[in-house]
């Protein structure tokens, strides 16, 4: 069985993901690890 994981990124301006948050990917579609979104 794979094991799936939950990450919440909420709150503030989203300062610390900047610049790999931008507008045309905002910071909820970030790879957490690998490539895929």
Do not use: C, T
Not at 7 to 24: H, Y
Not at 25 to 36: A, Q, Y
């Amino acid at each position: 069985m794979n094991n799936r994981y939950v990450v919440i990124m909420a709150g503030g301006r989203g300062e610390r993901f900047w610049p790999q948050s931008r507008l045309k990917r905002p910071k909820h579609l970030l790879p957490i690890v690998g490539d895929s979104a």
